[in-house]
């Protein structure tokens, strides 16, 4: 049977009826703030203390959009008769986002844990040189970075915090047998003078 001519239209009037009466869903953005999902990519929040200079997250970055500035310090030595030791302190860390694809590489690379993924993603510019963030906004940033989801319960103990519980028992271990010890040996020596 051929379809009846305007049957069509009838159908996405109907639509379009049906949906005019419902509530919107529509968010609207500047009132209502989205619901990110957890660890979403926006924003590189820098950890300062944590940066040694190493430079690999500007060596490694495809779009070199990562700006380092340093210089040498020596640090007295640490024990009388040692050697003064040279460090790197951070003058200029920047990230122009202007240029950065958000391929997170930096972050892996990064072997001090100094770059993070920060949710915040409101950082609009009118001008496109104001896009280079310095270290001081990175660093802003660095506090809006949500904790790292819990661990699986059913999976393994990391390696680090098998070795260092394995290293505490023994030392809890050895300091339980020089108690014991110091006990013994004052207990022979209350015994053994009258």
């Known amino acids: 049977m051929p379809p009846i001519p305007g049957s069509g239209l009838a159908k996405g009037l109907a639509?379009?009826?049906r949906t005019m009466t419902k509530k919107t869903v529509t968010a609207q953005y500047p009132d209502t703030q989205p619901e990110l999902p957890p660890?979403?990519?926006?924003?590189?929040?820098?950890?300062?203390?944590?940066?040694?200079?190493?430079?690999?997250?500007?060596?490694?970055c495809p779009d070199w959009c990562i700006y380092i500035d340093s210089h040498k310090e020596t640090v007295p030595p640490a024990a009388p008769g040692g050697r003064e030791r040279s460090r790197n302190v951070l003058d200029r860390f920047a990230i122009d986002?202007?240029?950065c694809m958000y391929c997170g590489i930096c972050i892996e690379?990064?072997?001090?844990?100094?770059?993070f993924w920060?949710?915040?993603?409101?950082y609009a510019?009118?001008?496109?040189?104001e896009?280079?963030?310095e270290r001081d906004k990175l660093r802003e940033w660095m506090w809006t970075v949500p904790e790292p989801p819990a661990l699986d319960p059913g999976a393994e103990e990391p390696k680090?915090?098998?070795a260092a519980r394995k290293t505490a028992d023994k030392l809890a271990v050895q300091q339980a047998q020089q108690a014991q010890q110091a006990q013994q040996g004052q207990q022979s020596g209350e015994g053994g003078t009258p």
Do not use: Q
Request: proline share 4%.
């Open 15 to 17: 639509v379009t009826l």
């Open 39 to 60: 660890r979403s990519r926006g924003v590189i929040g820098l950890f300062e203390e944590n940066c040694t200079v190493c430079m690999l997250c500007a060596r490694e």
């Open 97 to 99: 986002f202007s240029l």
């Open 109 to 115: 690379v990064c072997p001090f844990d100094a770059l």
């Open 118 to 122: 920060s949710p915040e993603f409101e």
């Open 125 to 129: 510019e009118t001008d496109i040189h």
């Open 131 to 133: 896009l280079t963030h």
């Open 160 to 162: 680090e915090i098998a």
